[in-house]
């Protein structure tokens, strides 16, 4: 079955952390790049950050120094640490492969709220 199952959101305080977790199925995971993506109210899904299979990783300019995304291949599942949290990092946070041509069906996604 193909899915991608995201957790870990909630409400934290500017300047606190979460950590966000991808379980994938092996079908979209092995042997792909993965990507975190977000979706705020009004806009439209961004991607966030990325990492290949071996680990390279890339961040948009906006969470750069703040966020890292990290894999584990035996888990099949794709995680993302946030810290120093902004009120503009509030969305809904998707997991996927990077390869917009050939990704999964979307999961629930996961929602991260900063906000005092």
């Known amino acids: 079955q193909v899915q991608l199952v995201e957790s870990g959101g909630g409400l934290v305080q500017p300047g606190g952390s979460l950590r966000l977790s991808c379980a994938a199925s092996?079908?979209?995971?092995?042997?792909?790049?993965m990507a975190w993506y977000r979706q705020a109210p009004g806009k439209q899904r961004e991607l966030v950050a990325s990492i290949t299979t071996n680990g390279n990783t890339n961040y948009a300019d906006s969470v750069k120094g703040r966020f890292t995304i990290s894999r584990d291949n035996a888990k099949n599942t794709v995680y993302l640490q946030m810290n120093s949290l902004k009120s503009e990092d509030t969305a809904v946070y998707y997991c996927?492969?990077?390869?917009?041509?050939?990704?999964?069906?979307w999961g629930q996604g996961t929602q991260v709220t900063v906000s005092s």
């Open positions: 996927n492969r990077y390869n917009k041509f050939a990704q999964g069906p």
């Open positions: 092996r079908s979209i995971f092995s042997g792909y790049a």
